[in-house]
């Protein structure tokens, strides 16, 4: 599958995908409240994959500006949606991908990307772009499923197959420590690798990742 047929994918997911519930809801406020900690008034946000805006609605009230992007023109559809039912100022829903954006948007104080990581296809050059859209000392924060650290059955065939039939996207498997040491290369200090299930190791590691070095 190619890029275009993973936004089609999900596009064809969108509406399910709005409707269904937060696996794991006690971990999700968890996320909330420890990324809340690190925004400040005045920050400038990007959050990448931000689906249908859930996480978006909840966050971009505590900052100056917050623009949420995903690739799939159906999600950021019914995040518009939930923005005029809910308009918050600042907030702005837009179609595309990190490697997309125009300089235009400037640099960030904070970039998000949650449940994201793993559904991209260059991870090293993701991460390198997120670098160069964050002003100095910027912080990345990422909370993504670790395939590498998850049953073999399901990395190996489950989602294999899955994808054969059009059933699932791409998705990338690496381990925590090879995420870890994947975003240290792209330019990061890492700050913190923190676990937020509720119950035992979901295998979604949250981590906050500080720029490294000065300029851009």
Known sequence: ?????DARFWDRSSRNYA???????DGYQRTLERTRTMLGSGDHVLELGCGTGTTALRLAGGVQSYLATDFSPAMIVIAEEKHTTTPIPGLEFRTAT????DADVGLFNAVLGFNYLHLV???PGTL???RDLLAPGGLFVTKTPC????????RLALLPAMRLIGKAPYAGSFSTKELGLCIALAGFEILAVENHAAKGNDKRPYIVARKAGIGR
Do not use: Q, T
């Open 1 to 5: 599958m190619s890029v275009a047929n």
């Open 19 to 25: 409707k269904s519930a937060i696996a794991d809801e």
């Open 98 to 101: 990190v490697e997309a954006l």
């Open 121 to 123: 296809r260059d991870l």
């Open 128 to 130: 390198r772009c997120i």
């Open 147 to 154: 395939l590498g650290d998850m049953n073999p059955v399901i």
